[in-house]
């Protein structure tokens, strides 16, 4: 069966936030990038201290939902 | 877990084709289980193999950590998972992305060409043809895994006293079931079936073949898996859409250089413009309840190629009218027009228009100079010029060692602090001067008042 004919099923909600945050995490490099180029210097140190703090607070937060999904 | 079913979602040829590799990710190794992985389908036991992984760690000068990170991200688990297949799908294994993202990090910063402007070529033989031991031992080490590889797959009748033992095989391939068949050889007498049976998913074991399909305890048929629902991709509205947004960049980037108020090159420049387009068009996507698709793959190819631009490769890209770059405490500040480079040691100086003056006798785009912090002096004012006095042992980073004073002396470069930007315009501004730390190992460099 080709998958043309297979019924469609659009992503929940939650899905679709984590995409559209991996959206926001790229275009926001790309800013990043035009903002490098027109000579904005970026503090490296402080961007991977918060990188690092976003991705836990990420991570915190799913494993938040799972507990609350799992009552 | 998979079924059969999700054995047979579609999936792009090239993923098909790495399984078709019958190279599987162990189940007990430290790191994804590459290592235990490869080196059971080429023979090998665990130990041995990680032994021969950590002496191929060292002969390769680290760039083993980037070849370690492809397999890594794009070799299936026992269950026929594909890290990479899987974040692009949109159901990402975050840990195992980190670390892949890590060891690649360390690998293409290990790579042979990621030299430093401090590196001194001339204590190596042959000048810079030492950065081929590495990938030559690298190389080597892959054609070994694959010719080994294509050793095991052929029947034991056609391979030598050194084979593998076809239980051993058959143990390997097993945990795979018929969902992702762990060989080719499997793979193939799947295939094989599957076009004389119209469809049969019956795992085939190692070495199976026509006798197989005589055997006489055959199944009945089964009754095919209800169809699983599907999620769309992103569709041809949403990428005719980031097709649109990036003409449109193109159109506005090049009517910006053509205005002159285009500080980079327009090619870089779109390249910048079209990650937030993609970005852009992700986020639509997933406010739709779509797949990402082909939408990821491109983001990741932007976000590695910048990286690599930025970060690995010094020097990569000649930033034409972008800007020279001088460092001052260590940071490296755009300060006017001319030919800028990335510094991937924050501590060499282009300033100016040195293709046409500085650099007179040398290629044109040379690196200027390999720094350490020794001038310092105060900037102020809005323009300055940058004399270089290099005595005789300086040495320049060219596309060979090149050691000299030659038509080097009283070379000056105009550097327009007019277009300072970030700290140094604010220093600038403030009045406040600069403290340059510019220099070279046995050089002056002098920043003057013009």
Same mark, same amino acid.
């Given at each position: 069966?080709?998958?043309?004919?297979?019924?469609?099923?659009?992503?929940?909600?939650?899905?679709?936030?984590?995409?559209?945050?991996?959206?926001?995490?790229?275009?926001?490099?790309?800013?990043?990038?035009?903002?490098?180029?027109?000579?904005?210097?970026?503090?490296?140190?402080?961007?991977?201290?918060?990188?690092?703090?976003?991705?836990?607070?990420?991570?915190?937060?799913?494993?938040?939902?799972?507990?609350?999904?799992?009552? | 877990?998979?079924?059969?079913?999700?054995?047979?979602?579609?999936?792009?040829?090239?993923?098909?084709?790495?399984?078709? @590799?019958?190279?599987?990710?162990?189940?007990? $190794?430290?790191?994804?289980?590459?290592?235990?992985?490869? *080196?059971?389908?080429?023979?090998?036991?665990?130990?041995?193999?990680?032994? %021969?992984? !950590?002496?191929?760690?060292?002969?390769?000068?680290?760039?083993?950590?980037?070849?370690?990170?492809?397999? +890594?991200?794009?070799?299936?688990?026992?269950?026929?998972?594909?890290?990479?297949?899987?974040?692009?799908?949109?159901?990402?294994?975050? *840990?195992?992305?980190?670390?892949?993202?890590?060891?690649?990090?360390?690998?293409?910063?290990?790579?042979? @060409?990621? @030299? &430093?402007?401090?590196?001194? +070529?001339?204590?190596?033989?042959? $000048?810079?043809? @030492?950065?081929?031991?590495?990938? &030559?031992?690298?190389?080597?080490?892959?054609?070994?895994? %694959?010719?080994?590889?294509?050793?095991?797959?052929?029947?034991?009748?056609?391979?030598?006293?050194?084979?593998?033992?076809?239980?051993?095989? &058959?143990?390997?391939?097993?945990?795979?079931?018929?969902?992702?068949?762990?060989?080719?050889?499997?793979?193939?007498?799947?295939?094989?079936?599957?076009?004389?049976?119209?469809?049969?998913?019956?795992?085939?074991?190692?070495?199976?073949?026509?006798?197989?399909?005589?055997?006489?305890?055959?199944?009945?048929?089964?009754?095919?898996?209800?169809?699983?629902?599907?999620?769309?991709?992103?569709?041809?509205?949403?990428?005719?859409?980031?097709?649109?947004?990036?003409?449109?960049?193109?159109?506005?980037? +090049?009517?910006?250089?053509?205005?002159? #108020?285009?500080?980079? &090159?327009?090619?870089?420049?779109?390249?910048?413009?079209?990650?937030?387009?993609?970005?852009?068009?992700?986020?639509?996507?997933?406010?739709?309840? #779509?797949?990402? *698709?082909?939408?990821?793959?491109?983001?990741?190819?932007?976000?590695?190629?910048?990286? !690599?631009?930025?970060?690995?490769?010094?020097?990569?890209?000649?930033?034409?009218?972008?800007?020279?770059?001088?460092?001052?405490?260590?940071?490296?500040?755009?300060? $006017?027009?001319?030919?800028?480079?990335?510094?991937?040691?924050?501590?060499? !100086?282009?300033?100016?228009?040195?293709?046409?003056?500085?650099?007179?006798?040398?290629?044109?785009?040379?690196?200027?100079?390999?720094?350490?912090?020794?001038?310092?002096?105060? %900037?102020? $004012?809005?323009?300055?010029? !940058?004399?270089?006095?290099?005595?005789?042992?300086?040495?320049?980073?060219?596309?060979?060692?090149?050691?000299?004073?030659?038509? +080097?002396?009283?070379?000056?470069?105009?550097?327009?602090?007019?277009?300072?930007?970030?700290?140094?315009?604010?220093?600038?501004?403030?009045?406040?001067?600069? %403290?340059?730390?510019?220099?070279?190992?046995?050089?002056?460099?002098?920043?003057?008042?013009?």
């Amino acid at each position: 069966m080709s998958s043309r004919n297979r019924p469609v099923v659009y992503r929940p909600l939650a899905q679709r936030v984590t995409t559209m945050l991996w959206g926001v995490a790229v275009a926001g490099f790309g800013a990043g990038v035009i903002a490098h180029l027109q000579g904005y210097e970026f503090d490296v140190e402080l961007l991977g201290i918060v990188v690092l703090a976003v991705l836990g607070a990420w991570i915190l937060a799913s494993a938040v939902v799972a507990i609350i999904r799992g009552r | 877990m998979t079924t059969n079913d999700e054995g047979q979602r579609h999936e792009a040829a090239f993923f098909t084709s790495i399984r078709g @590799w019958g190279m599987t990710r162990g189940e007990h $190794g430290v790191f994804g289980g590459v290592v235990e992985g490869v *080196g059971e389908r080429i023979g090998l036991d665990r130990v041995p193999a990680r032994i %021969i992984a !950590v002496v191929l760690l060292f002969l390769t000068g680290g760039f083993f950590f980037a070849l370690y990170a492809a397999a +890594w991200a794009l070799l299936p688990d026992r269950s026929g998972r594909i890290i990479i297949q899987d974040f692009g799908r949109g159901t990402p294994n975050v *840990g195992a992305l980190i670390m892949i993202a890590i060891f690649a990090t360390i690998g293409l910063n290990a790579t042979p @060409w990621s @030299w &430093s402007p401090n590196r001194d +070529w001339g204590h190596f033989p042959f $000048g810079g043809l @030492w950065v081929l031991i590495p990938l &030559s031992i690298a190389t080597g080490a892959v054609v070994l895994v %694959i010719v080994l590889a294509t050793r095991a797959n052929k029947p034991p009748s056609a391979r030598g006293p050194m084979a593998i033992p076809p239980q051993r095989a &058959s143990a390997a391939s097993a945990p795979t079931g018929a969902t992702y068949a762990a060989t080719p050889g499997a793979t193939k007498a799947a295939r094989a079936d599957a076009s004389s049976t119209q469809g049969s998913s019956t795992a085939i074991p190692l070495g199976g073949g026509a006798g197989d399909a005589a055997a006489p305890n055959q199944t009945p048929p089964t009754p095919p898996p209800p169809p699983r629902p599907r999620t769309p991709g992103p569709g041809s509205a949403i990428y005719l859409l980031t097709l649109s947004a990036a003409v449109f960049a193109a159109a506005a980037i +090049w009517l910006l250089d053509r205005e002159g #108020r285009l500080e980079a &090159s327009p090619v870089v420049a779109w390249l910048a413009v079209a990650v937030v387009i993609v970005g852009a068009a992700i986020i639509l996507a997933g406010a739709t309840g #779509r797949r990402v *698709g082909f939408l990821g793959f491109l983001a990741w190819t932007f976000i590695i190629g910048w990286l !690599v631009g930025l970060t690995v490769i010094p020097r990569a890209f000649n930033f034409a009218d972008g800007g020279a770059r001088i460092t001052i405490d260590g940071v490296t500040h755009t300060i $006017g027009n001319g030919h800028g480079w990335f510094d991937q040691e924050a501590d060499a !100086v282009s300033c100016g228009s040195y293709d046409a003056s500085v650099a007179a006798g040398m290629p044109a785009g040379t690196p200027v100079l390999t720094a350490n912090p020794s001038v310092f002096t105060t %900037i102020a $004012g809005d323009a300055a010029i !940058v004399q270089i006095a290099p005595d005789a042992s300086v040495t320049f980073h060219a596309d060979e060692p090149f050691t000299g004073s030659i038509s +080097w002396e009283a070379q000056n470069v105009t550097c327009d602090f007019d277009r300072a930007t970030g700290d140094l315009y604010s220093a600038l501004r403030a009045g406040e001067g600069v %403290i340059v730390n510019i220099g070279a190992e046995h050089s002056a460099i002098v920043v003057k008042e013009n």
